[in-house]
């Protein structure tokens, strides 16, 4: 069923034909004229078309008909390309013309040598067809007419002969050459004749075409009305038959209805298709009406109806017309004009015809003058076309449905058009002076009827057809962008004949329950004379290889729905699906087959063996060089791995189970897992609970067949190899074949043997082997001794496999089997069960040692073995791994940050190199949220003491919680402590300090909202006792997280002049106004820091970092401690000069002070900010500008009040806290920074005191006035204080008493004019107890010298004040 060449007809006389039409000819018709026109874009073809010379000469050599070739004697001349020729689409007569003669060659029949029936096309008539003197034949067609008999099946009623000529007429002729109509319709030379039949619709609503004939003329062409055309050549040739039969009777045929249109805009025609009546889409009708109209164009209601025409040619290459139905009236041509009086003579021979063809020259002369009146053309403009300009069209193609053409060009291109949207889009390249035809298959009824839209209408496939006599090959392409389904070696003299039209003269009504016998598409070979049509599969149009293959997909689908259906019984389904597989012919396509029916999961493993084993039996009994080899190893080594499958789950499902022998190799090893089982309760304990999965998802859930075959293959060397695809899939097939040996539940050894008689590597195994062991952790350590004996056994088994351990293996150097189990236990994050693992195999290896040595040796010395060093370090890796693992998955308490649990391995710690330990510590201790002076306590094992100490101070409800919680914390505390005995360098107090230190401004910067990170970050930094660790670790916060956000902030507040507001905060720094204020806090403590650091870097030298000696092959990035080593040195005033700037900032931001920090500083100081503090700057020196000074001092000033002003409470007697507005060392730090900022201290001493007996606060002012050096400006400042506090108690209090207003009348006149003076709203807290204002006053006696100014004033206060206590 592949695509093939089917000759169904033989030319006689075919050297008779060539005689004929040259006979006049002195000598034989020239070769083929070679390209005359040097065009740009040829190239040169020798190479490869002496390639299919080469076929040529073997097909021509290789034909068997004596005969035919000696009546072809000569003809290898390519004469039939200088002929018209032209075939009936009924395949029943062949026209073959040339200048003034033509060849009518019709159907016979004849009987071959062998008996066999067989068509021929003989010599019917030979003649001459031109009337006019000096015309040619230039165009000619064969249309078989359908006959209008009620019992006619579809054969043609009669053939006639369509030919133009150069002169402009059309003729139309019989089979017989007898003339029955001609027409001048256009005085130019007829180029093409083409013609358009009725075509039954394939689907609803498909516009029904017209029939007609298209007639070319180089700038005109003529569509007469194919009715018309049927019903005059009809009653011509009745006419031509009564006149012949000498009867009189005159019938006046009727008109031919035809247009006639004027093609414009185009340079040059060659070529045309009629394409038919379209109607455009609403969407492509309103864009043609804008593109054609403009912008104000109007569109009617409903699409107009327009007839299509296509030409090719030049200027443009392919033009695209449009006439729109009822835009021209069709025109009547009157047939019979000027022959009327001709019907009375009957005398019409065969070969006299119709119009004129008398002997009497005089009535020949009178009808030549008589020429009938030709109408002008109604003009046509062209809608659009494919531009290019040295491209020239030489033909056009249409397809038979009308929507594709094929066009050929000088360039040697055949391109593919899409005709309803004007594009091209395909083209061929290597094809000069190629022909095309177009061939259309309907799918076949049995293909369909399986389907269930077999109601449906057929499909129907479409191929093009090209012959490129160059190369004298004949190709079939699928449309429209299919690939080449066939191509044929046919010679390159041959013509391919494609009609493009069927019978004319049937409609929708006559046409029902025919059958069509036409030819599509033929080849005529000139040398042969044979006449062969191409058949194609419709399967071809699915497919580009042969037709096996598309039955074989559809018995592929089938198979594919079978399997699909889950009502289909068990045993219905397997005889189904081996039928299916075994008529399957392709091996390509039974593979497909065999495998989508081995990767079915409703498939029972049964049926599959049996399914599998037939077809390799069919296989097996066909001749060897039949059998495809993969196709019959692919089930060979099927079968075996489901015998395979087969053979394990009987085993596993056995009841009889192998007694477990005692092993010596094992001693001891109860002692080791007694000493790591309270660290593995403890980790089985902190284990993740279970949750929720899916069933099919549980590691006890069947492993299905088909999973297993998925993951096994056959090798060449007849082993089996697992391929490792995912994890997940790894695990089950592990699961599946070692689980139930490692519970004791089956045979352990025969499994193994069953295993290593398949052929699978040993290696393999061990690694399943080990995967499930680990993945199945939790079920191991519920009875770990009992599995542990399992696993020694079973690695034993394996290691005595051939294939394991290699016999030359020195025990003094790795071995690679043992190396394996070390890479997989080093690699795993399922600590518990890789130390047991490690365990056994340690054992197994020792014993596996000792007995190589004995057998060495024979001696009582115990073997030391490199191997065995190995798993030394290993075990202890492993051991410390599972005690930082349970560590690291103690639950974080309630409300703590949290996060995911880190999972940890010996390759995960190894890699994060010296500092890996410490930085999973710190995230752990980041997660619980143990805050640095916790962790400070829990390291210095002091923890418990205190605790107990907090707990009898507590209520009998709340001791129960609080002994719980205590009791998590304490065994919290007690596996910290272990973690750090086991890693006493990695995880050393200034060790972990550092990477919690890092970890916590880490997570600051992550959240700079949460401004207790980056505090607490800094107390662990001060738990570092090596300065030189402080300074490295400080400098590297300050660079990497603190610098930026700082610098931030302060062009912020330089900016708006005061504190900002939160959104301006959180939109310049990144964070809130309260966690601003707090960061800017924590920036003087870490600047202080590291000032204290540098000054103690001298005076101490550098720690020595080391780590344990299990884990010197640590190797990744380098711990915090030793970044913080490598720091270089800081130079210390300008660290000095960012702490001052960043307490200005923390004291403007706590108590919203209004101030520009750099209108603190100097041009020197501005410019220092912010720069390295490595590199030494030129700092601010000498004495400062008085103006500065003085806005520094009014900054301090107004600091200090804001502090007196937030701790109001004088009655209070709480001490204040530590941090915040109400600290208790804000006065000292401004007086710190008075000194540095060269402002007077005492100056701040003396408003400070002033500002704390206004405030009330007397008990804190007098400590204070102890410091002040001034005290007769201090003296001052308090007289006037305390005469405020008088003229409030005696002239503004609203309960004044009559000893008050006495004590008034006999105060001296002076005191009594000052006291009136005073304001006391300038204190802010007047009300004060008069024993507080008279102690003040006692204090102002002592201060005052005998000689101030003022001191009488105080005394006279002083008695005023007694007078009031006394009263009072």
């Keep these: 069923m592949s695509c093939s060449l089917f000759e169904f007809c033989r030319l006689q006389e075919f050297k ?96 071959d040598d062998s008996g066999r029936e067989e068509m021929t096309l003989g010599v019917s008539w030979t003649g001459t ?123 006046q045929p009727p008109p031919l209805a035809y247009k006639k249109w004027g093609l414009q805009e185009m340079d040059t025609i060659v070529d045309h298709s009629s394409v038919g009546i379209m109607t455009l889409c609403v969407f492509d009708q309103m864009k043609n009406a804008s593109i054609l109209g403009g912008f104000n164009a109007s569109v009617k209601g409903s699409p107009p109806a327009m007839s299509q025409y296509v030409t090719v040619g030049s200027g443009p290459y392919t033009g695209f017309y449009y006439a729109i139905e009822g835009s021209s009236q069709p025109l009547l041509s009157h047939v019979a004009m000027a022959v009327a009086s001709k019907l009375t003579s009957a005398l019409f021979s065969a070969a006299s015809g119709w119009l004129g063809w008398n002997k009497n020259k005089n009535e020949e002369e009178a009808l030549q003058k008589q020429k009938p009146k030709v109408e002008p053309a109604t003009p046509l403009s062209i809608r659009f076309g494919l ?79 090209i012959y490129a006599p160059r190369r004298g090959i004949l190709e079939v392409w699928a449309m429209q962008q299919g690939p080449r389904v066939g191509a044929f070696t046919v010679g390159k003299h041959c013509r391919l004949l494609y009609a493009g039209y069927r019978l004319m003269g049937v409609n929708s009504v006559t046409s029902q329950g025919w059958q069509l016998h036409t030819q599509q598409v033929c080849l005529l070979d000139p040398i042969t004379g044979a006449l062969r049509t191409v058949n194609i599969p419709f399967h071809l149009a699915l497919s580009d290889k042969k037709s096996e293959r598309a039955k074989d997909m559809h018995l592929v689908k089938k198979l594919t729905t079978l399997l699909r259906s889950r009502d289909t019984e068990l045993d219905i389904l397997e005889s189904e699906a081996r039928s299916i597989l075994l008529d399957i012919k392709h091996p390509a396509v039974k593979k497909q087959a065999l495998e989508s029916l081995l990767s079915n999961k409703n498939t029972p493993v049964s049926c599959l063996v049996n399914i599998t084993r037939a077809l390799d039996d069919t296989l097996k009994r066909q001749e060897p060089e039949e059998v495809d080899t993969g196709l019959l190893q692919l089930c060979s080594s099927q079968l075996k791995l489901l015998q395979l499958y087969t053979d394990i789950q009987q085993l596993h499902s056995a009841t009889d189970v192998e007694e477990s022998a005692e092993n010596d190799s094992l001693e001891g090893i109860e002692e080791e897992l007694s000493r790591v089982a309270p660290t593995l309760q403890r980790y089985a304990q902190f284990t ?17 067949a088909q999973a297993f075959l998925s993951q096994l293959e056959c090798t060449e060397d007849e082993e089996v190899k697992v391929i490792r695809r995912s ?49 199945r952790e939790k079920e191991v350590l519920q009875k770990p001794e009992e599995n542990v004996r399992n696993l020694h056994r079973l690695l034993v088994a394996l290691s005595n496999m051939k294939g394991a351990v290699e016999e030359s293996w020195d025990p003094q150097s790795i071995s690679p089997w043992w190396q394996q189990v070390r890479t997989t236990c080093v690699q795993s994050h399922n600590a518990a069960a890789a130390l047991l693992a490690a365990l056994v195999t340690h054992r197994a290896a020792k014993a596996s040692i000792t007995s190589r040595a004995d057998s060495k040796f024979q001696s009582e010395w115990e073997a030391v073995s490199l191997e065995l060093e190995q798993w030394v370090v290993c075990v202890r890796q492993l051991e410390d791994v599972l005690v930082l693992q349970t560590l690291l998955l103690v639950p974080p308490p309630p409300g703590a940050t949290g996060g995911a649990t880190v999972q940890c391995s010996i390759k995960t710690l190894l890699e994060g190199g010296t500092g890996g330990i410490a930085d999973s510590v710190s995230k752990w201790v980041f997660r619980q949220d143990i805050s640095p002076e916790r962790l400070k306590e829990i390291l210095q094992k002091r923890g418990n003491k205190e605790a107990d100490d907090n707990v009898e101070q507590r209520d009998e409800e709340e001791r129960h919680e609080k002994e719980k919680n205590q009791e998590d914390t304490d065994r919290t505390a007690e596996l910290l402590l272990a973690l750090c005995q086991r890693f006493p360098h990695s995880l050393s107090p200034d060790f972990l300090f550092a990477h919690c230190c890092w970890e916590y401004v880490v997570q600051w910067n992550k959240d700079p ?19 030189h660790i402080q300074q490295g670790v400080c400098t590297m916060m300050w660079s990497t997280f603190i610098v930026k956000r700082l610098s931030a902030a302060t062009f912020l507040m330089e900016k708006v002049g005061k504190a900002p507001k939160d959104r301006l905060c959180r939109r310049d720094v990144g964070m809130g106004d309260k966690a601003m204020t707090s960061f800017l806090g924590c920036c003087v403590q870490l600047l202080n820091i590291l000032m204290e650091a540098d000054s103690a870097v001298e005076e101490v030298s550098a720690p020595e970092l080391s780590i344990e000696e299990a884990w010197s092959g640590a190797e990744g990035p380098a711990s915090i401690a030793e970044l913080a080593l490598e720091q270089r040195g800081v130079h210390y005033p300008l660290v000095q000069h960012h ?125 204070v006035m102890l410091e002040v050096e001034d005290k007769d400006v201090l003296g001052s400042q308090l007289l006037v204080l305390t005469g405020q506090r008088l003229s409030y108690s005696l002239l503004h209090s609203q309960n004044q008493t009559q000893a008050a207003m006495e004590l008034l009348a006999r105060l001296p006149p002076t005191l009594c004019t000052w006291l009136k003076a005073m304001d006391p709203h300038e204190l802010r807290c007047p009300l004060i107890p008069l024993p507080q204002t008279s102690r003040l006053v006692g204090r102002l006696i002592e201060i005052l010298p005998e000689n101030h100014a003022q001191y009488s004033l105080a005394l006279h206060l002083l008695e005023a004040v007694e007078v009031l206590t006394t009263e009072d």
């Design 129 to 251: 067809l031109s009337t006019e003197e000096g015309e040619c034949v230039s165009s000619t067609i064969c249309i078989p007419l359908a006959s209008q008999k009620r019992s006619s099946t579809g054969r043609p009623d009669w053939t006639c002969v369509v030919v133009g000529f150069t002169s402009g007429y059309v003729r139309f002729y019989t089979e017989s050459g007898v003339l029955l109509l001609a027409q001048l319709l256009h005085e130019d030379p007829v180029l093409r004749l083409k013609c358009r039949t009725y075509e039954i619709p394939r689907h609803p609503g498909v516009t029904e075409q017209h029939e007609e004939l298209s007639i070319l003329y180089p700038a005109a062409m003529v569509t007469i009305d194919g009715f018309s055309l049927f019903q005059s050549l009809r009653a011509c040739r009745n006419q031509v038959a009564r006149a012949a039969a000498a009867g009189n009777d005159v019938i």
């Design 1139 to 1263: 702490c001052l700037l960043a307490s200005l900032l923390h004291a403007a931001m706590t108590f919203s002070v209004k101030v520009k920090p750099f209108s603190l500083f100097d041009s020197k100081g501005k410019n220092a900010f912010f720069r390295d503090l490595t590199t030494i700057q030129l700092m601010p020196s000498g004495d400062m500008d008085p103006g500065l000074v003085s806005v520094r001092q009014e900054f301090l000033l107004r600091v200090l009040t804001g502090w007196v002003q937030a701790i109001d409470d004088p009655s209070s007697s709480t001490p204040l806290p530590s941090s915040g507005p109400k600290a208790e060392w804000w006065p000292s730090l401004c007086l710190e920074l008075g000194s540095l900022l060269q402002v007077n201290p005492d100056i701040l001493r003396r408003h400070l005191v002033c500002e704390l007996y206004s405030q009330g606060l007397d008990l804190r002012a007098e400590e």
């Design 16 to 111: 008779t034909v060539r005689d004929f039409l040259f006979r006049n000819e002195k000598s034989e018709p020239v070769e083929e004229k070679s390209q005359t026109e040097d065009n740009e874009l040829s190239w040169d073809t020798s190479d490869w078309e002496s390639a299919w010379e080469g076929g040529d000469k073997k097909e021509e050599e290789s034909t068997s008909d004596k005969k035919v070739a000696d009546d072809a004697g000569g003809q290898g001349e390519p004469w039939l390309q200088d002929c018209v020729v032209s075939l009936s689409p009924c395949a029943d007569l062949l026209v073959v013309a040339r200048e003034q003669k033509a060849a009518f060659l019709s159907a016979k029949w004849r009987t």
């Design 727 to 775: 994890e997940t899939e790894w695990n089950q097939l592990g699961n599946f074949l070692f689980w139930s040996c490692l519970c004791g539940k089956s045979p352990l050894h025969k499994v193994c043997y069953t295993l290593q008689q398949a052929g699978i590597s040993p290696q393999q195994l061990l690694s399943l082997l080990l995967s499930v062991w680990l993945h």
């Design 1009 to 1027: 909202e949460e401004g207790r990170y980056l505090c607490w970050s800094v107390e662990h930094l001060k738990m570092v006792s090596s300065p």
């Design 387 to 465: 531009p290019d300009s040295r491209r020239h069209g030489e033909s056009i193609c249409l397809s038979p449905c009308n929507t594709l053409a094929g066009v050929t060009d000088d360039f040697g291109r055949v391109t593919l058009l899409d005709l309803a949207r004007g594009i091209a889009i395909r083209m061929w390249k290597g094809y000069r002076d190629a022909q095309l035809g177009w061939l259309q298959v309907p799918e076949e009824r049995s293909e369909r009827d399986l389907s269930p839209s077999a109601s449906l209408p057929r499909r129907h496939a479409l191929f093009l057809v």
């Design 688 to 704: 993740p609970r279970p949750s929720v999965s899916f069933a099919q998802d549980s590691p006890d859930s069947p492993l299905p």
